[in-house]
């Protein structure tokens, strides 16, 4: 229904829709690639330390001392480091000031959601290209006039992962636009971008808190490029919220990334553990794609995907079924910690028999 | 310098400039209408509890719990209340979603800079309307055609307040579209619009923690209004970032509104001292403007507020000046601790000498 105090663009707008954030606590909740594990034990530390009296003043406007700390872990300045309110936020910043432009920004056609989104958020036209038959980005596709071009590595949510030389070769042939990576689960078994951004200066790499290390609470987000492309985004950034990091936010970031133990050992047991359930779900009649990410995208042979998911639901086991063209009958499973795993596994085994 | 790589609307804006956050921390900051007193030990206490594993997981994306505080606060439902990242993102959204018409947006000349920035943002036409020469509102300039309506009160940098029975008249007035109060320095003397938004389905209020609540660094702000209001605003917040509060900032925000003799001592302390020193500023020569704010307008007789705002600079006192015409030689001095203030008064004696 139009309604006279609403813009234009509110009364077409299609918004993005979040996995279900339950509130009963007995779920288990293997439906937005949340972490199993919790935050680092100093993270925890450092926003207990943060919380008191200096909350009565606004943060660092440009949270210098995290983007210092991101700079000084991936080897960049800290004027190519661009940080925001969770990788959302980065991302939609990156879409208004650096993919509208009067060509089609182009992504794959079964990716990240929220792209089409933003694109009727900021008046963006897009081409969405066709994953092969086995789902995976082919970038030659990509190669041509384009306002900009996105896609996630491994992509969502199939978990493929396109090879860093695959990366290089299309910015390569693609120097007239900005190609964003979206890195949001490159922790789980890729290789960043990130050493890339100094030879090709239209790179732009975009990371989470919110998946390797366990802070999805938290809401930080970066973004790794050439310095002017750092500065359009922090115009747009200036634009609109002076300070989008709260001082908690912050303190917990660069505690995160100063905890290189903790980070290791609980992405090594995510992947040890992706390993072992995409076998227990070969072995019960699921294709299961090849992951990169700390979820599994599968099909199972016989029984359609939203019948699965209702199942598990009733099971108390919580996936993401996507009801689109080409992947209506998989599955995005996040790898949980081993019980979540078993759990998972037994309902499927009393569904499937 | 024109980048080919940014949009249009990149090369085009000019971002917001918030107040100077100084990295020193011996300067007596009365600069950015911080509050002086620490926030409730309560939020300290929420906050530090909420800090644990549970931040591996998604904050609940509509932040129910704290919609249904406020709601309870003052006395609305659920759905009439938005929250979002500062009052400053909750803003944003109104430009985006309410106040972008055909028609421009109406505002004073002298108000909240942020307002044009936004116009810029979003490709919003604007047109500013004078204060009267003792720097009040004049509601009857702002009936006629418009594409909405926006404006502080008490405004900012001025501090003065507009009597709620001004903004029922205007709102009796302009029905067509949308007015916006914002009522970020509400709480330091004036009557909330709120007890309006039942019966004026096209107001808007907004306000913020950071000022009254002490706690800037979390970064919180919140609308009041009709639900279809609230709507528009939901539509374009989930198509931008789906979970802009953290999961520590709604439990301190939570915490804040269940703490009244917190705020209400704080505030009361305030709204004191801002009496005995715009009183002892007016023994120095200056021109003091009536404030309901935590801060003074304040223009000396015979010195240049670009004087005064570096001479203070000088003896570790930060003030806000705005080089702009018709406020070139008014300072805004935020309302600090009695300590802090005697800072002041002692610092500007030696300068007036």
């Known amino acids: 229904m139009v309604n006279k105090y609403w813009s234009d663009l509110v009364n077409r707008l299609e918004p993005y829709v979040p996995g279900e954030q339950p509130k009963q606590a007995a779920l288990v909740k293997l439906n937005t690639n949340e972490n199993p594990y919790g935050p680092s034990a100093k993270v925890i530390e450092a926003i207990r330390e943060q919380a008191g009296d200096n909350l009565r003043l606004y943060p660092p406007p440009e949270s210098d001392q995290l983007r210092r700390a991101i700079g000084d872990y991936y080897g960049v300045g800290i004027d190519e480091v661009f940080v925001g309110n969770g990788s959302d936020e980065v991302l939609a910043h ?69 090879p860093l030389a695959d990366i290089e070769w299309l910015l390569q042939k693609n120097t007239e636009s900005v190609v964003v990576v979206d890195e949001a689960y490159i922790d789980f078994g890729g290789a960043t971008s990130v050493g890339l951004v100094n030879a090709y200066h239209n790179l732009l790499v975009t990371q989470t808190l919110s998946k390797s290390r366990s802070l999805a609470g938290l809401r930080v987000g970066l973004a790794i490029g050439n310095s002017r492309l750092i500065e359009a985004l922090n115009r747009v950034k200036n634009s609109f919220n002076s300070y989008p990091l709260d001082s908690l936010a912050i303190a917990g970031a660069v505690a995160a990334f100063a905890d290189e133990e903790h980070f290791e050992s609980t992405r090594s047991a995510i992947i040890r553990d992706r390993e072992l ?43 993401r079924h996507f009801n689109r063209p080409r992947i209506e009958n998989y599955l995005r499973i996040t790898v949980g910690n081993p019980e979540q795993n078993r759990a998972l596994v037994q309902a499927l085994d009393q569904i499937l028999v």
Not at 115 to 122: A, D, I
Not at 124 to 142: G, N
């Open 277 to 319: 359930l995409g076998t227990q779900l070969a072995e019960r009649g699921f294709h299961v794609l090849p992951s990169a990410a700390n979820f599994l995208f599968v099909r199972h042979l016989s029984m359609p995907g939203s019948a699965l998911s209702a199942g598990l639901r009733q099971k108390g086991v919580l996936v």
């Open 94 to 162: 990156c879409f208004q000031a650096l993919l509208k432009h009067k060509k089609p920004v182009l992504f794959p056609d079964i990716t990240y959601s929220f792209y089409p989104v933003y694109c009727g958020l900021y008046g963006i036209e897009y081409q969405t290209l066709p994953l092969t038959a086995d789902f995976s980005i082919r970038v030659a596709d990509y190669v041509g006039d384009n306002g900009g071009i996105i896609f996630p590595n491994p992509n969502a949510p199939t978990g493929c992962l396109l």
